[in-house]
């Protein structure tokens, strides 16, 4: 906890944001943090409260609340109010070994089981967390942790996501010997290529592979395994080998005129972006310039899509969302802790309509046709308005007849999800895959294998927090397996 009666006395208040109208002139980050007094101020506000919902990562009405790593927020809280930085740097780092990432772009879903947000505003955990690790790296305190003895033991890692890089850094600290392959030209995967650098700079993960392999961890980038290494020369070389390779097959849009010029993936989009911004290219090899852009999906890609194409100039931009506008508050069915299913407007849409005028959002439609020129590039979609019908027991979106509507389109941005892991990568290593496209373990590992699998490979797509998660859990059944038994955290 903080001060006891900090929650009563102190307001929330976050860290600031440049005005939208500025900050679209550049891809930096815009989020200043607050001075360390105004700071200690918001560690005060979380109370003592008995039992920390902040830290619980359960499942509440279908869907996750609180912290899936557990950290432990009360203690670093106290500790930050006690002007103790050192010791909160301990403490959060304890539990996560890059709060500097999901103190960028975690959804916080500590906030939402914040026990001060049931009657008020939670605490500014998400703020609080991002100031200890970046006051520790400021001030020296975070170095290199080169592990005194080595175990002998070799580990492969396919992958440096979140997933790879949690498991490579608990891997290697506890003594083995850890190479990690990179298909890209840098490590950090959807971390360094799929979020743009306004919301996650670049320099920051490199700072952090760079601490790794002082610490080192190898890593092998433009290798990409099962095409430019086979998998079982991994296998035989190493004794255990982690996928960690991403759920990075995008849902496609099957609809006519899907093969149209100018239609894109939205992976492939914020990759493209990624390049030119930290100088991989000299241009933008998909651009939204001059262009009328239209993205499909409502998500946190979606919001991504729509900041970077207004930073690249774009004409007009809009966003198609399947499902219906949320409530602006919680509904009685979504209590707190639960996460709160509400509205939330992201940056790109903050800054959407500060340059157009609107939000960009246009709830309960969908794509039907995409409309193509004489050269076969989109000129138009045929969009069709949804509407909610239970059939078999089961809600679904349907059309509704006679609602077809055509919007001018020159760039369209697919940023519906995805839907597992690539096909090859499976078949490289001959592994079973589920119904939705994961990869199939028991407790990470695939049975009678040195093989195991973690992060969004295993778990389907899902958050940065969760592939650390995952990728610590996994490290702990590697150890097992690789010494008899484990004493990692």
């Known amino acids: 906890m903080g001060k006891p009666t900090g929650f009563l006395e102190y307001t929330r208040k976050v860290n600031p944001s440049a005005d939208p109208l500025e900050r679209i002139g550049n891809f930096e980050e815009f989020h200043p943090g607050l001075e360390p007094g105004e700071r200690r101020i918001q560690a005060a506000r979380c109370m003592n409260c008995g039992v920390p919902f902040c830290q619980s990562g359960v499942n509440f009405g279908g869907g996750y609340s609180g912290c899936p790593l557990h950290n432990l927020i009360p203690e670093w809280n106290d500790e930050i109010y006690n002007g103790n930085w050192r010791e909160a740097l301990s403490r959060l780092t304890k539990t996560n070994n890059f709060p500097e990432f999901t103190g960028r772009v975690c959804p916080a879903l500590c906030e939402a089981a914040c026990t001060c947000g049931m009657n008020g505003d939670s605490v500014t955990v998400n703020n609080n967390e991002l100031a200890v690790i970046e006051t520790g790296f400021q001030n020296g305190w975070v170095v290199p942790r080169i592990p005194p003895v080595r175990s002998g033991k070799r580990v492969a890692v396919v992958g440096s996501g979140p997933s790879g890089l949690a498991v490579a850094d608990q891997l290697n600290h506890r003594g083995h010997q850890v ?39 190898e890593f092998r980038v433009n290798t990409n395994v099962g095409v430019d290494v086979p998998a079982q020369a991994l296998t035989e070389e190493f004794d255990a080998v982690v996928l960690c390779c991403g759920s990075k097959t995008p849902r496609n849009l099957a609809v006519p005129g899907r093969e149209a010029a100018g239609v894109h ?58 499902m219906g506008k949320p409530p602006v508050t919680r509904a009685a069915s979504n209590p707190w802790p639960q996460w709160p299913r509400v509205l939330k407007t992201d940056y790109g849409q903050q800054e959407a309509i500060a340059k157009f005028g609107h939000d960009p959002r246009i709830y309960q439609t969908t794509v039907k046709e995409i409309l193509t020129d004489e050269e076969g590039g989109i000129r138009a979609v045929r969009t069709v308005r949804l509407e909610p019908k239970t059939e078999n027991g089961r ?79 996994c490290a702990r059944e590697v150890d097992s397996f690789l010494m008899g038994y484990t004493n990692m955290l």
């Open 265 to 322: 993936f939205a992976v492939d989009y914020l990759t493209a972006a990624t390049k030119k911004v930290i100088g991989e290219s000299e241009a933008f090899a998909i651009t939204a310039e001059n262009k009328r852009v239209i993205i499909v999906g409502g998500g946190d890609t979606g919001n991504d899509c729509v900041g970077t194409a207004i930073r690249q100039g774009c004409a007009s931009v809009t966003q198609l969302e399947m």
């Open 179 to 217: 190479t990690v392959f990179e298909r890209e030209s840098r490590p950090g995967g959807l971390m360094m290529f799929g979020i743009p650098n306004m919301k996650l700079d670049k320099k920051v993960v490199a700072r952090r592979v760079a601490l790794m392999e002082e610490e080192g961890v």
């Open 395 to 473: 809600m679904q979106m349907v059309e509704i007849p006679g609602s077809e509507e055509e919007l001018p389109c020159e760039l369209l941005l697919i940023a519906a999800g995805f839907v597992g892991c690539e096909s090859y990568v499976a078949e490289a290593f001959g592994l079973e895959r589920d119904n939705r496209g994961n990869l199939v373990t028991e407790n990470y590992r695939v049975p009678d294998t040195n093989l195991f699998a973690a992060g969004d490979c295993r778990r389907g797509q899902s958050l940065v927090v969760w592939g650390i998660t995952e990728g610590r859990a």
